[in-house]
């Protein structure tokens, strides 16, 4: 089998192939671009892989008027820029030494040693630079079939890293078969090491999470890690139920972390998973949505286009209800209204405090009648 793509043939990329083979070295396309390729699913980062060390690869790079950055030196990485074009070219590895978060590695002339220490086997394929596959670990016929499996024995990867039982759920989230449903193997091991997870920075677990509420339907592995006890680690207080009904009324609408957090509740979110100040400020308005009465033309007008609909999701799904009529046209006109008093006009006969409870409760007013009132009725 063979993969194919505007970025294998790019100028740059052939050319450094061809640069590390004329050296008598291998250089080949490995883990996301390979399986992405097969997979029909856009190549963002080009991996290599080879057995040249980082100082040739460096060298033969510089001599061949190529930008080099030691972008990981230490684990074997460095990120050749040939034609425009960035690639993490790194040397084949296997592991000296693990210990649940960081990995001591040695270098190696063997391929199959560098495919035994990656996490799954659709990450554990290969390519040359004709784009023929090399299948060192049987993890062709599992990407084929959508199967999410790890190389070897489960429990022992991810003791090398517990982001591993993370990555797995995404995995299956992103490329997974939901008919097929999850490796059992695999989810059992997840299962039995999910304390594991406590020992990670919450920086890597929030990242992880960002990515798997933003699959196209991340129910199914969601539900699985519920099962498994690991959301509970991660979440604690997280409840699944209403984010089949949210991905279900998206009807095909962009994935929105963000939205599908603000159903899945839990505690002290913003910092078990590390959010932003501005994340959490949009997360917490969301929130605070789901159980008010503003329309969805009040919500456009509070929390603009984006937030707006986030919220009006978010609000039908936990509350079990249908989406309002004509609520996308609804929130569109809310978002370009604008509230019509102003300070000057109440200045006559209020002032101070008076005249900004008395502006706050016209506003409330004007939101509840659905942004209709004029300025003259709420004069009147």
């Not at 499996?149 to 022992?156: D, E, I, L, Q």
């Amino acid at each position: 089998m063979k993969i194919a793509g505007d970025w294998l043939t790019h100028s740059g990329t052939q050319a450094l192939c061809r640069l590390l083979e004329d050296a008598g070295h291998q250089a080949l396309f490995v883990g996301g671009c390979v399986r992405n390729a097969l997979m029909g699913v856009t190549v963002a980062d080009i991996d290599l892989a080879t057995d040249a060390v980082p100082k040739i690869v460096t060298d033969l790079a510089e001599k061949a008027d190529f930008r080099v950055v030691p972008t990981g030196i230490d684990h074997g990485t460095v990120t050749v820029i040939a034609a425009g074009v960035a690639h993490e070219v790194t040397t084949f590895r296997r592991d000296v030494q693990t210990d649940g978060r960081h990995a001591l590695v040695a270098f190696s002339k063997h391929l199959e040693e560098d495919a035994a220490r990656r996490d799954f086997t659709m990450n554990a394929l290969y390519a040359d630079r004709t784009g023929a596959v090399i299948d060192p670990l049987g993890g062709l016929a599992d990407l084929l079939a959508r199967r999410v499996r790890f190389v070897g024995a489960p429990a022992a990867r991810i003791a090398e890293d517990y982001l591993r039982i993370l990555r797995f759920f995404r995995f299956h989230a992103h490329f997974g078969d939901p008919a097929g449903g999850m490796d059992a193997d695999g989810l059992a091991a997840c299962a039995e090491n999910s304390a594991g997870l406590e020992t990670l920075s919450r920086e890597r677990i929030g990242v992880e999470m960002r990515k798997l509420l933003a699959a196209t339907d991340p129910v199914p592995a969601v539900a699985s890690m519920a099962a498994a006890g690991v959301l509970r680690v991660v979440l604690p207080g997280a409840e699944p139920r209403a984010l089949g009904p949210l991905v279900h009324l998206e009807g095909g609408r962009a994935p929105r972390w963000l939205r599908r957090l603000a159903v899945l509740g839990g505690q002290d979110v913003g910092d078990r998973l590390r959010l932003s100040r501005r994340e959490m400020t949009d997360l917490g308005r969301v929130r605070d949505e789901i159980g008010t009465l503003n329309t969805p033309a009040a919500l456009g007008f509070l929390l603009g286009d984006a937030l707006g609909a986030d919220a009006v999701l978010a609000r039908a799904a936990v509350m079990e209800q249908p989406l309002p009529m004509d609520w996308e046209a609804e929130l569109a006109r809310g978002a370009i209204a604008e509230f019509p008093l102003r300070a000057a006009d109440l200045m006559s006969r209020l002032q101070g405090p008076a005249l900004g409870a008395a502006l706050e409760a016209a506003r409330q007013r004007w939101l509840a009648s659905n942004l209709t009132l004029t300025r003259a009725q709420l004069l009147g």
